[in-house]
C-alpha cells in the first residue's frame, strides 16, 4: 500500500513538473516573439 501510494506522488510530482515547464516555455516564447 505504501509504495502505491509513493509510486502516485512521484507521478503527480513528474506531472506538475512537466506542466510547469511547458508554461515557462509557452510564456518564454510568447514574450520572445
Given at each position: 500500500m505504501v509504495k502505491?501510494?509513493?509510486r502516485?506522488?512521484?507521478n503527480l510530482?513528474?506531472?506538475f513538473y512537466n506542466l510547469?515547464?511547458?508554461?515557462?516555455?509557452l510564456a518564454g516564447t510568447?514574450?520572445?516573439r
Open positions: 502505491d501510494i509513493q502516485i506522488i512521484e510530482l513528474i506531472i510547469g515547464n511547458e508554461v515557462v516555455v510568447g514574450r520572445g
